[in-house]
């Protein structure tokens, strides 16, 4: 797909400011205002374009994060877009699982929490997992952080996820 291409198609969520091709397929767009950025993650993230076999990841750009401890020793993490608003954060990084649980049996239970888009397995016993709302994830991160799922030994260690930039 052409740099031209991918501009217009995702000029349907608005207008692009700045565009720079990355590698591996990946792109940095800029739009003209955070609800228009808003937008074309709403409208767009899950999609699989025509000719292509992989849905699109689409996400706000987050800066590196800054973290600061709260009164209770929960480690919290407040990240900022390039427009200076605190982003939301869909991924959960997850430790814990027997070695010998399925990607399905981790997938089934971590969607009480809510909508599951995306599932990888990091290493065994490990997983990243993106939600479909930032409350989705923040859900499972205060339900399931410490659970020790039944037939399992450890119990879990679950976290929003921290993006290295």
Not at 60 to 78: L, N, P, R, W, Y
Not at 91 to 100: C, H, L, N, R
Not at 103 to 114: N, V
Request: aromatic share 8%; glycine share 6%; net charge positive.
């Amino acid at each position: 797909m052409t740099d031209e291409a991918i501009r217009e198609y995702f000029a349907k969520a608005g207008p692009i400011v700045k565009y720079e091709a990355m590698r591996k397929g990946k792109a940095r767009l800029t739009f003209s205002s955070a609800a228009d950025a808003k937008n074309a993650v709403a409208s767009l993230n899950g999609i699989t374009i025509e000719g292509n076999i992989h849905p699109l990841s689409v996400r706000i750009f987050t800066h590196k994060a800054t973290k600061s401890k709260v009164a209770d020793g929960v480690e919290k993490t407040q990240k900022q877009t390039s427009e200076g608003a605190e982003a939301e954060e869909t991924q959960v990084y997850a430790v814990g699982f027997d070695k010998d649980m399925t990607d399905e049996a981790i997938r089934e239970y971590f969607a009480k929490a809510g909508p599951i888009v995306k599932y990888q397995a990091t290493r065994k016993g490990k997983a990243r997992l993106t939600y479909s709302s930032a409350a989705d994830a923040k859900n499972a991160v205060a339900s399931l952080n410490g659970i020790t799922i039944e037939g399992n030994i450890n119990p879990l260690f679950v976290q929003i996820f921290i993006h290295k930039t």
